[in-house]
């Protein structure tokens, strides 16, 4: 997952330098007044998520293979643990309620 998130902070990274010289080249508009910073990041943000969603398909579907297996452990260990609970309360009410 930190793998997939540096490569999208990578292409963000990216497209902010290609955007900010095209707009400071004249190719792109500028922003109004003191809202040019503003305007290359939003600008740089909408360009780089379709970019990453095509190049970054391949390390998005292993990040979330990961993060299944992850929650799918995380299930069946909380599932043992409940499992392990239970003829323990059990047996702890029953002779309680005879006493």
Request: contains cysteine; positive net charge; glycine residues 6%.
């Amino acid at each position: 997952m930190l793998r997939y998130s540096l490569m999208r902070l990578g292409v963000f990274a990216g497209c902010l330098v290609v955007v900010w010289g095209a707009v400071y080249s004249g190719i792109f508009p500028r922003g109004f007044g003191d809202s040019n910073f503003l305007w290359v990041l939003l600008l740089a943000l909408v360009l780089s998520a379709p970019i990453s969603w095509v190049v970054l398909r391949r390390e998005r579907d292993r990040a979330s293979v990961q993060i299944v297996n992850k929650v799918d452990r995380m299930k069946a260990n909380l599932e043992s643990n409940r499992s392990q609970e239970d003829p323990a309360d059990d047996s702890t009410r029953t002779h309680s309620q005879a006493s």
